[in-house]
Structure formats: structure tokens, C-alpha cells
């Protein structure tokens, strides 16, 4: 009979662990509030275009969050992939706003026509 408290009680200490690093993670706990995108293209001896995303996530935890990272792919008018590139923050603190700007540079980038963004590990 002890054997199975032991047990049950060594499960429930693991589920709750589980639980805490699931809601722990950053991906689970930072909200993208607000992004938008803006593409420029210009031309020197090269030419060079700019799609930015830039927009604001929340840690939406009572406490801090180490190394959260916002990932962004960019696509053309086909579909393909242009790229997939993100910004990162070392330390955001409970409840704290970040600001995070995700550039894609090149060529072809004023050939963005849509993007994915997401809070990823």
C-alpha cells in the first residue's frame, strides 16, 4: 500500500513538472501583440530591398523569461519561401512589452507578399 502511495504521489510530483515546464516555455507564455511589414526596395549600384516585420510581444507570465525568440518566414507571390529569419531577447521580465524588428534583406525581397510569424524556441 505504501509502494502505491509512493507512486501515485511520484506521478503527480511529475505531471505538475511537466505542466510547469510546458507553461514555463516561451513559446507558451510570450503573446505577439501587434506586427506589421513594411518592404522597400532600393537601388544603387546594387539593388538592395528590405522587407521589415516589426511589432510588440508580451511576456503574459508573473515571472521572467530567458532567451524568447520571434521567428518570421517571408514568401513571394507563389508561395516559396524567401526566408525565415527572428529576433531575440536574452531576458523579458513579467509582464514587460519587447519591441522586436525582424529584417529580411536582398535582391529579391520586394517580391514579399506575405508572412508567417510565430513565438518559437
Not at 521572467?64 to 526566408?83: E, Q
Not at 531575440?88 to 509582464?95: M, T
Amino acid at each position: 500500500m505504501d509502494d502505491m502511495r509512493l507512486s501515485n504521489g511520484l506521478i503527480f510530483v511529475l505531471l505538475i513538472m511537466l505542466l510547469c515546464v510546458m507553461a514555463c516555455s516561451p513559446v507558451n507564455a510570450v503573446k505577439i501583440i501587434e506586427h506589421e511589414i513594411v518592404v522597400a526596395e532600393f537601388t544603387a549600384d546594387v539593388s538592395q530591398s528590405t522587407a521589415t516585420v516589426e511589432g510588440r510581444a508580451q511576456n503574459t507570465l508573473l515571472w521572467p523569461l530567458d532567451n524568447c525568440k520571434i521567428c518570421v518566414t517571408f514568401y513571394d507571390y507563389a508561395g516559396n519561401s524567401l526566408g525565415l529569419l527572428s529576433d531575440s531577447i536574452e531576458r523579458l521580465e513579467p509582464r514587460q512589452v519587447w519591441s522586436f524588428s525582424v529584417v529580411l534583406r536582398g535582391g529579391d525581397v520586394w517580391h514579399v507578399a506575405r508572412y508567417d510569424i510565430s513565438v518559437c524556441d
